[in-house]
Structures are given as structure tokens and as C-alpha cells.
């Protein structure tokens, strides 16, 4: 009994490795896993070997055949490996034995081969050769590691190219971590996943080639929550590399509680500009270059989901640079940019301090649609963005926030989405605000919202 019992278990664990086994998706490395394609940049062979649709599976990762890889493209298996393993795959890995310069070489002298411990424990990191690092960076312990790391890595170059990268590698890092930040759950932890960096020099160019990748929202699902009306990745990577960009007034605040004086990828990638260097940010499908002559954008064939910013530098001990010049020069462009910037923003916005206005209990119906008529209709007739400032109100009414925006809303239609900017408001407030905007722009809305407006005038004259 007890045998037929065990034979019975034993068919049914050999059906389901077949079935497990017919599942298992073999995904095979390019002989060539490589952005360097004759002294220019090309993403696409390497971002088209990521497939993102794997779910539930056994991933077979096969590095034989992969006879010319690059360092940094083979650090975007990392995370692309703790993206599968969070997508419940299993996944196991095809090494090539024979040679050398093999990409299953790489991978192991970059210590790749011990990617899912280092994704489950936080303490611990790559075991990668000194002249090849792999850092995993997900706390400030990890940071530390990884800008000290790069700072030794460069130390012949002179002390103006350790401060700069340093620099550059910090902004990247933090963006990494803060925006581009995916939490996951393992064994009912929550844990990070951490953002990757790894550089290498390249003795004959005399170059070093720097990755930093992260696999979290990206830049346009990011920056969108603060300027909805992006129109697609292109623009968001083009958006983020201006100063002071982080947005205060979107529909959602992805900056409340944080301190972000949107410099950073300005800095960085105006820095970059000044030295004898190229940096490419790819986020999604698209990818921005910037270098000393050029800035330009182009969309992918495929899409890396999250970000990674690749950047190539010649070092050079003989070029004198200095990095707090460089430093107070790029400051000063940003201060003068901004402010030409805020200048033609404040020509075309309509500010209404709502506190000031009405009290922190904004609730006289009266009063606003007073006002709406005074200066709203008029700004929106003059095609003038609505900046409405909830700093320090406390409470306020359907009836009111209706009465004073329902007909503005209306008269731009779908235009509000992107002309109406609201900020500091409380979540309630905030809630009401939402419903109104929506309500006023979709069709059926619009009719109950006129029947509103005509009874607010009879109330008005
Ligand atoms: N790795 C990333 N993932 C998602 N979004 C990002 C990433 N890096 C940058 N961004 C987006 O680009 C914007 C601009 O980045 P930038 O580093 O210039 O400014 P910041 O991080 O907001 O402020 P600061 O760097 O001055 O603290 C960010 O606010 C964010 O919306
Ligand atoms: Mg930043």
C-alpha cells in the first residue's frame, strides 16, 4: 500500500518537473552583449535581450556563444535577474568553461555569480575582483562603499576627477534609490532592491565606463506625477536634466517629506558636458546623450523597466580642471536658467493664495465665485495657468472649491488637467479638488456642473 502510495507521489512530481521543464524559457545571450559598436554608443542590441513579460517560470540564462560582452551591459543582468526572481521565476545559468575573454567569465570575475544572496541579505555584496567592481547599493553603508570604491578607482587621475566623480556617482546613486526605488517581499520582509553600480577602466581608450541601474518606476512615470502632461519618455528624460525641476504643483506631490532641489541629473549632466565625457540616460524606451557637442533624444526598439545612466570618461592626468569652479560656474547657469524660466512662468500664471483670500476655513461660496469672476474667468479667457495655493488652509467645502473652479474647468476642458496647478493642499481637500476636475471634464459631468453655474449666477446678481 504504502509502495503504491510512494509511486503514486513519485508520477506526480515527475509529471510536474515535465511540465516545469516544458515551461522553462531558454534565453541565450548575444554573441555580442556589447553598447560599444565602432566607437558609438548603440543600446539596442543589449535592452532587446531583456524580455519583461516572464512570469511564473523556469529562465534558463545561457552565457555560452557570448564571446564579446562589456562590463557595464553585463551589470544589467543583475537587476534584470532580481526582476525575475520578484516575477517568480527561477532561474539558473548556462556557463561557457572554455575561454577566457567569455562573457560567464566576466560575470564571475564581477562576482555576478552570487546575485540572489546579494539581493536577499542586505549585508552582503558582490565578491567581485578589485579591477571589475559590482556594488549593490541599497543603504547608506553600501553608498559608502561604492563612492569610496570609485574615489580609489580613479586616485591616479588626480584629486579634481575623485571629487567629480564622486559627486556624479552620488547623484546617480541617490536618484536610484529615492525615485527609482522597488521594494519586494521575501520571506515576509520587506526588502529593497538595490540600485547596481560597476565601472571599469579601459586602458587602451584610457576611458573609465560607469553603470548606474536601477529597475524602479522610471523617469516618466516619476516626473509625471508631478507635470501630468508629459508627453512621453523622450520629453521626461529631456525635462529631468533641467535645473530645479522637481515638481511642487502636479496632481500628486512625489516630493512631500523630502528635499529635493531638482539639481542633480542638471549638475551631473552639466559636468559631464564640461569634461571630456559622454552620458547616455536610458529610462523606458528612450534614451537622452549628452556630451560636450550634443544633446539628443531617441526611442529604443525595446525598453529597459527602470533606469540606468551609462558614462563614459577619458581620464587624463595632463588636463587641468577644477572642480569647485566648474562647480560655482554651473550653479550661477542654473540660478540665471531658473530664473528666466520663473520669469515667462510668472507672465503666464494667475497665483491665488487661498489662505489669504478666504480664511483657513474656505468656505464662503459667495466669495468665490466673486472672485472667479473677477480674475479666474479672465485668467483662463487670457490662456493663463491657475496656481492655487492651499498653504495653511484647514478645511474647505465641495460647494466652495466648486463655485469657484467648476466654470474655469469647463472652459478649458481638458486643458485643466495641465493648466490648473494645485499645491500644499490637505489630502481631503485634495480629494475634492480631483473629483471636481474630473467631474467637469468628463461629458456627462459637464452637463451637471452647467446646471451648477447658471444657479451660482442667479445666487451672484
Ligand atoms: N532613477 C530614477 N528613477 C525615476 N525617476 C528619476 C530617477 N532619476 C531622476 N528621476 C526623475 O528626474 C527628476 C530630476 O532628478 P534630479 O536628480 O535632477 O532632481 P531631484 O533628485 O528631484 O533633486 P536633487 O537631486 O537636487 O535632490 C527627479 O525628481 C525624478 O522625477
Ligand atoms: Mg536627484
Redesign the pocket.
Given at each position: 500500500m504504502a509502495d503504491s502510495k510512494g509511486s503514486l507521489q513519485d508520477q506526480l512530481y515527475a509529471v510536474k518537473r515535465q511540465l516545469r521543464t516544458r515551461r522553462r524559457v531558454h534565453i541565450k545571450l548575444p554573441a555580442g552583449f556589447s553598447f560599444n559598436r565602432g566607437g558609438s554608443k548603440n543600446f539596442d542590441p543589449v535592452v532587446d535581450f531583456f524580455d519583461w513579460s516572464l512570469k511564473n517560470c523556469p529562465v534558463e540564462i545561457d552565457f555560452t556563444g557570448c564571446s564579446s560582452a562589456n562590463y557595464q551591459s553585463l551589470a544589467l543582468l543583475v537587476p534584470y535577474c532580481w526582476h525575475l526572481r520578484q516575477a517568480g521565476c527561477s532561474i539558473s545559468f548556462i556557463y561557457d568553461k572554455k575561454s577566457e575573454q567569455s562573457a560567464s567569465h566576466m560575470w564571475t570575475i564581477m562576482g555576478g555569480r552570487g546575485v540572489f544572496q546579494v539581493l536577499s541579505d542586505s549585508t552582503v555584496n558582490f565578491k567581485s575582483a578589485n579591477v571589475k567592481p559590482l556594488i549593490a547599493v541599497r543603504n547608506p553603508a553600501d553608498m559608502k562603499t561604492a563612492l569610496e570604491s570609485a574615489v580609489s578607482y580613479v586616485a591616479r587621475f588626480g584629486v579634481e576627477y575623485q571629487r567629480t566623480l564622486r559627486y556624479v556617482l552620488a547623484?546617480l546613486l541617490?536618484?536610484?534609490n529615492?525615485?527609482?526605488r522597488r521594494d519586494f517581499k521575501w520571506r515576509n520582509r520587506r526588502l529593497i532592491t538595490p540600485a547596481v553600480l560597476q565601472f571599469s577602466w579601459y586602458e587602451q581608450a584610457n576611458e573609465i565606463g560607469i553603470i548606474v541601474a536601477?529597475i524602479?518606476?522610471?523617469?516618466h512615470a516619476?516626473?509625471s506625477q508631478?507635470y501630468p502632461s508629459i508627453a512621453n519618455e523622450e520629453e521626461a528624460l529631456r525635462l529631468?536634466?533641467q535645473p530645479e525641476?522637481?515638481g511642487t504643483f502636479g496632481k500628486h506631490d512625489?516630493?512631500s517629506n523630502r528635499?529635493?532641489?531638482?539639481?542633480?541629473?542638471?549638475l551631473s549632466s552639466s559636468i559631464v558636458r564640461r569634461l571630456r565625457a559622454d552620458m547616455h540616460i536610458v529610462?523606458g524606451n528612450a534614451v537622452l546623450h549628452i556630451s560636450p557637442n550634443d544633446l539628443t533624444s531617441h526611442t529604443l526598439n525595446s525598453r529597459w523597466n527602470?533606469?540606468f545612466v551609462y558614462i563614459s570618461m577619458r581620464l587624463d592626468q595632463s588636463y587641468n580642471f577644477a572642480y569647485d569652479q566648474i562647480m560655482q560656474e554651473l550653479r550661477e547657469e542654473a540660478k540665471s536658467e531658473v530664473s528666466v524660466r520663473q520669469k515667462e512662468e510668472s507672465e503666464h500664471r494667475h497665483y491665488l493664495h487661498i489662505y489669504n483670500f478666504f480664511g483657513k476655513n474656505a468656505e464662503d461660496k459667495q466669495s468665490a465665485i466673486s472672485y472667479r469672476n473677477r480674475h479666474l474667468l479672465k485668467a483662463v479667457d487670457e490662456g493663463q495657468v491657475l496656481v492655487l495655493d492651499f498653504e495653511d488652509v484647514e478645511t474647505s467645502t465641495h460647494s466652495f472649491l466648486n463655485a469657484l473652479l467648476a466654470s474655469p474647468i469647463r472652459r478649458m476642458g481638458m486643458a485643466a488637467y495641465k493648466r490648473i496647478k494645485i499645491t500644499r493642499a490637505l489630502p481631503d481637500i485634495r480629494e475634492t479638488l480631483d473629483y471636481i476636475l474630473d467631474d467637469n471634464t468628463s461629458p456627462d459631468g459637464a452637463d451637471i456642473a452647467k446646471y451648477d453655474d447658471s444657479d451660482d449666477q442667479q445666487t451672484l446678481f
Open positions: 547623484e541617490y536618484n536610484a529615492e525615485h527609482g536601477d524602479g518606476v522610471g523617469i516619476h516626473l508631478a529631468a536634466v525641476i522637481s512625489p516630493y528635499n529635493n532641489a531638482g539639481m542633480g541629473l542638471f529610462s527602470g533606469t
